[in-house]
């Protein structure tokens, strides 16, 4: 595709890029790219027919055999129909739970917490971020930064504890781990702080279970982390992260 349009040409600042793609995309291409999809063997052809239609922005990778590991030119192929076929030449992300590692596999980040050394999750996501972006992949679901403080929670071992400063410096290493300074790099890939402020909170260590939180509680034990994630995002960026809850 000829880089004729607005939105095409990289030498424009990226809010004009957006703005000039947005006006020109329909509604239902609008919330195609919030479709995240999954690909099997019974579904491959009609997967490849949302991504012509501009109605798939995500490829996930999960714990399927058949979902897990794509390999790079069943990625590319993906990605060719979605730049060359599609009306607006949008490319797909492909995500994965990086979690502690790719093919290297390090400690879980509970574990690494305990070190007490951000430099050694940064570091470790570093390596992890250079191994999936060989692969393939864009994005990576982590880091975990719920705060847990019920060890009968099983995702426990996802974070980095129970206390807001230590995992602050854990979020916000982990960040520039996976992102580097510069995201056009092709060894570093998107992180995702997650999941909803708040989740490790579930009452009775049960999975999607209510939490009670009071405003106090939220700004100085929950928000802080999720503070640090988006400072350290909003570097790679070249934003500046605006002050706000749990600074």
């Known amino acids: 595709m000829t880089a004729t349009l607005p939105y095409q040409n990289p030498d424009l600042p990226v809010p004009q890029r957006v703005q000039d793609l947005m006006g020109r995309m329909t509604t239902e291409e609008k919330i195609g790219q919030t479709n995240q999809i999954w690909i099997y063997r019974t579904n491959r052809e ?137 995201l056009s790099n092709p060894e570093r890939i998107l992180a995702c702080a997650k999941h909803f402020i708040g989740y490790g909170s579930a009452e009775g260590g049960r999975d999607y279970e209510t939490g009670e939180i009071t405003e106090n509680k939220l700004r100085k034990v929950y928000l802080p982390p999720y503070r640090a994630a988006e400072q350290a995002i909003a570097n790679v960026s070249g934003r500046k992260a605006k002050p706000g809850a749990g600074t």
Request: with cysteine; aromatic share 6%; glycine share 10%.
């Open 46 to 182: 009609a997967v490849k027919d949302l991504v012509r239609r501009g109605l798939a922005g995500t490829r996930l990778s999960n714990n399927n055999p058949e979902a897990r590991l794509p390999s790079v030119e069943d990625l590319n192929e993906l990605q060719r129909i979605a730049v060359e076929e599609s009306r607006l030449g949008i490319p797909l992300l492909h995500g994965r739970d990086v979690i502690h590692g790719h093919r290297t596999v390090f400690p879980l980040p509970l574990g690494l917490a305990a070190s007490f050394d951000p430099g050694i999750m940064e570091e470790s996501n570093t390596i992890a971020a250079r191994e999936a972006a060989s692969a393939g992949v864009h994005w990576s679901f982590a880091p975990m930064i719920d705060l847990a403080r019920d060890p009968r929670w099983g995702r426990c071992v996802e974070g980095s504890g129970e206390d807001p400063y230590l995992g602050a410096q854990m979020a916000a290493a982990a960040v520039r781990g996976f992102q580097g300074e510069d």
